[in-house]
């Protein structure tokens, strides 16, 4: 076969046309996004202090996106395999009524500490309702998205992202450019993008046949005990990845400009989480898939996990190359001594992307114990490194501790999962794991 028919093939190949949709949504994000930052970085319009104040804005729904969404997600993704279409139902439901009823108790906990919030980070009152809501319909969001690829639906999951995406940096330009709104218009369009795509999740929720279903005890009582270990891993993923830049707004004085340009070399750094994410949306099912089956074929695991490994590792070395030019070209002169340090971050993402492969096993076997073990030495890891290399080394030791935490993580990793990827890697056929 020539060169252009294997082409034409693998066009015309449904998993190949999956993963470039998912792949080329998640990016065309990343680049809308990317082409607005000599705007956003721009200080006639935001100011490095004021784009220090949106990444802890955004780094507080980070941080309670864990305890609103405890274990749901996961649930979702891998009981939708497990259980009967009215058994999912109920069990969605339930979900979806625990994600509300937390979301309302953290009004009441940031309204009281709203002034200690506003003293330490210079968070404004109206963050105290915008984060629980803007989270919950992240949330939203992420249910829909996963269920959409369980569906195998990508064109869905095309049309939603691309909706959302330009809806947010649209709304934001005009606000910010036009009307200058400054931060305010970036926290506006971002608040306006996940309230329509929020409407729209809830009538495909309710299309699908998913909402409405009965609010079951043993369902509550399976996703509070599954909570625990998850809410564990995603405090353990705020740790590692977002908590360095309240380390660096606490131990700096220069009303969050440190933590201003250290965010965006964590935009930029974060291109290789995306391509994660992309590959990981069509990864994590296959695997699934190949799990929930009598005989999981290993074979088919490892080759995921060789692809999965290969991509990542070109996705990081070409994101490194171009992102100096990026910064040269693009981006205000204000921030350029991150160039300093983001190559580091470059590899401590990278070491990320690969840990978080081998989640996929527990995950899907809800292994409590080892998940919550690995995620408490990795709380510990993130919350001590940080205050050492930061309060040293400031914005260069916290890209130091991300790359640090994470070398630690992987290692961790591997060993609580061994007896998984032992199979797969070694092509052990003998029994289902």
Known sequence: MSKTGKLVSLLKNPAARSIGIYTFTNFFGKAASFLLLFIFTNPLYISPSENGLLSLFSTGMLFLMP??????????????????????????????????????????????????????????????????????????????????????????????????????????????????????????????????????????????????????????????LYAIPIISMQVSIFCMGASDKFFLAALTNDKNETVGIYSIAAVFASIIIVLATALIQYIFPKIYEQLSSIRPDYKAIKKLFIVYLIVMFTGTVIIALLTPLAYRFFINVKYLP??????????????????????????????????????????????????????????????????VTYGAVLIAALYVTKNYWRKFLTDEQRDAI
């Open 67 to 224: 305890f609103l969404s405890m274990g749901i997600i996961q649930s979702t993704s891998t009981d939708f395999f497990k259980l009967e279409k009215e058994a999912f139902k109920n069990l969605f439901t339930t979900g979806f009524v625990m994600a509300f009823a937390v979301m309302l108790l953290s009004f009441l906990l940031l309204f009281f500490l709203r002034d200690k919030l506003a003293a330490m980070y210079g968070y404004p009152a109206m963050f105290c309702w915008l984060i629980p809501v803007i989270t919950f319909l992240t949330f939203c969001n992420e249910q829909l998205l996963s269920l959409v690829r369980n569906n195998n639906q990508p064109g869905i999951y095309f049309k939603a992202n691309t909706f959302k995406i330009v809806l947010e940096l649209g709304i934001s330009f005009i606000l910010v450019v036009f009307f200058t709104w400054r931060w305010q218009g970036r926290v506006a369009g971002i608040f306006i993008a996940y309230l329509l795509t929020g409407f729209y999740g809830l009538w495909y929720f309710y299309k699908s046949g998913y909402l409405f279903g009965k609010i079951l005890k043993r369902f509550i009582m399976a996703e509070l």
């Open 338 to 403: 991150a160039l300093g340090y983001i190559h580091i971050l470059f590899a401590g993402y990278f070491i990320w992307a690969i840990v978080y492969f081998f989640y996929s096993f527990l995950l899907y076997f809800k292994e409590k114990r080892k998940i919550m073990l690995l995620s408490v030495f990795s709380i510990a890891c993130a919350l001590g490194f940080n205050y050492f290399f930061i309060s040293r080394s400031g914005a260069w030791g916290a890209a130091v501790s991300t790359l």
